[in-house]
């Protein structure tokens, strides 16, 4: 167990061969106690380095209107375990919404997405922003918030994932079905996609 | 007497087919907690449709449950396959359109609420309704209606395997008895064991990116503000829970109410107004979901929840600090 501890923070790093985390995944995939302590590296990991976070990024007030503010581009970055706040959060919200429909925060392709070419028509993936009306919020269930402003439904959202947390409904039986549902139409901004934002406007790689 | 007895059950299962007759609330009450213990203990495998909006999927089931607690896989019959791999408090989405697995670290219980004592008497509210019997996925089903005796809440409609006491069907309604979303199983099988193997997710884990959800570890508790009260609230609606949380929008710490009448939920938030944000001023909805905000001195407000628009309407419209 210590020696797979040790390939988890290595690969938590970014620092294990490229076959040996083929390996481990597989291994994480099959094994719910790897999985556990995969997560809990990974919460420490960030809890270590989150004012470095907080100072450095930080996208989570007002993204959409930074977004009409500056022509930004987003960066692509693979396989890469740290993420700025508030994309974290999207990824939150997606597991979140577990509970009953919730929303993330994504940029619908106007074009044919540049970083999936290949992908299919249906799903929509990060691409680069240029105006506001690009943000949308995207409801899991399909149905968006009855609101214009893309913050006001991104906080609706943020409440509803919250609220679902707190509330039974008698359909609690099958408390998971929405997000089972979720992204046959609309998807959540691909996280295999990671992004950078800067607010100079310049994309960035690491 | 073995006769006597089949004709007697006969006699009683026809007369429940033909009459619908008015059960009490004790009875439904039990029906929905054995549903819910049902849905965690027993072993089986099904597929169900869920209809919301214009949409309708198929999503496969597989539920274990043995010494070690729960196991259950979701996998999506339609659009991506996407799928789910619960266990206990772990849970894992597979994402393959965006080639990533969500993973999730609940803490047990802490978030799950109970049904406050004081709110037993669900029947002031709703009329229980028992059906009689209909079959879904071909298995005998009890059909419950559960009708709220105002407008203020969503209603339900039941169907409940009579003999394994698990939900096969579920409807929820509007105030005018239109179901605005239905999950229904089309069959199920239930076994007295399953083999580990078909709970394992259909993935290499290659190209896959992996992400946490750490939310969960930012939401820690902080001192509320016992002033803020809902004046006017619908009747049996009562205070379920008050925290304080800081929510992953905003950053900012927003005061929570959680109101129920022991079936319908809805959370009114107390935000501190930030200068530029923009804030939700009257009426939304998310299909069956509605929301109602408002602005008061230097708070904005905003009641969220699975109830009829008029019903946060009146709780955002209610809301006071008694200073």
Same mark, same amino acid.
Request: glycine letters at 6%.
């Given at each position: ?16 061969? @490229? ?158 079905? @929405? ?19 800067? @607010? ?7 | ?7 007697? #059950? ?38 169900? #449709? ?51 697995? #969500? ?120 001192? #509320? ?99």
């Amino acid at each position: 167990m210590t020696k797979i501890n040790e390939k988890l923070s290595a690969f938590i790093d970014g620092e294990l061969e @490229p076959a040996e985390a083929d390996h481990l995944i597989s291994e994480i995939l099959d094994n719910d106690e790897l999985r556990s302590c995969w997560a809990n590296y990974h919460l420490i990991g960030h809890s270590m380095q989150s004012e470095k976070t907080n100072n450095g990024i930080d996208l989570s007030a007002s993204i959409s209107e930074a977004l009409s503010n500056e022509p930004t581009v987003f960066a692509p970055q693979r396989r890469k375990l740290v993420m700025p706040a508030a994309f974290k959060q999207a990824a939150g919200m997606a597991i979140a919404a577990t509970v009953a429909a919730v929303a993330v925060l994504m940029v619908q392709p106007e074009e044919q997405n540049l970083f999936n070419p290949g992908g299919s028509a249906s799903v929509a993936a990060v691409t680069p922003v240029t105006t506001n009306q690009d943000v949308i919020p995207v409801a899991v269930n399909g149905v968006n918030w009855s609101v214009k402003q893309p913050s006001v439904a991104s906080k609706l959202n943020a409440y509803l994932v919250n609220h679902n947390d707190y509330s039974t409904p008698v359909r609690g039986t099958l408390p998971f079905a @929405p997000i089972v549902s979720y992204g046959n139409k609309h998807s959540v901004a691909d996280p295999s996609v990671v992004m950078e934002y800067n @607010p100079n406007g310049s994309s960035v790689r690491r | 007497m073995r006769r006597g007895f089949l004709i007697a #059950v006969l006699l009683i299962s026809n007369s429940l087919a033909v009459n619908a007759e008015q059960i009490d609330s004790d009875t439904v009450r039990e029906w929905l907690s054995r549903v819910t213990a049902a849905g965690k203990t027993i072993n089986y495998e099904g597929t169900f #449709v869920y209809r919301h909006g214009n949409d309708l999927e198929a999503i496969r089931i597989i539920h274990k449950a043995d010494e070690k607690g729960e196991h259950e896989r979701m996998i999506s019959l339609t659009g991506s396959a996407r799928e789910i791999i619960r266990n206990n408090e772990l849970v894992t989405c597979i994402l393959p359109d965006n080639k990533s697995v #969500v993973v999730d670290n609940k803490t047990p219980g802490a978030r799950l609420p109970s049904f406050p004592e004081e709110l037993a008497q669900l029947d002031a509210y709703y009329d229980f309704t028992f059906e009689g019997y209909e079959r879904v996925a071909s298995r005998e089903a009890r059909r419950v209606v559960i009708k709220p005796q105002d407008r203020f809440r969503y209603g339900y409609r039941l169907w409940i395997d009579d003999a394994f006491e698990l939900l096969l069907r579920s409807e929820l309604l509007d105030p005018d008895g239109n179901a605005v979303e239905q999950i229904m199983f089309t069959d199920i099988k239930l076994h007295e064991s399953l083999e580990d193997e078909l709970l394992k997710p259909n993935l290499s884990g290659r190209e896959y990116t992996w992400v946490t959800d750490d939310e969960t570890a930012k939401d820690t508790p902080m001192p #509320v503000d016992a002033s803020w009260r809902v004046e006017n609230k619908p009747n049996g609606f009562m205070l379920a829970h008050h925290n304080m949380h800081n929510l992953p929008e905003s950053n900012l710490p927003v005061e929570h109410l959680v109101y129920t009448d022991g079936l319908a939920w809805v959370s009114v938030y107390i935000e501190k107004l930030t200068n530029g944000a923009e804030t939700l001023q009257g009426a939304s909805n998310m299909g069956a979901v509605n929301a109602f905000g408002r602005i008061m001195g230097q708070y904005h407000i905003t009641a969220v929840g699975e109830v009829p628009a008029v019903t946060v309407e009146l709780l955002s419209s209610s809301v006071v600090h008694t200073k």
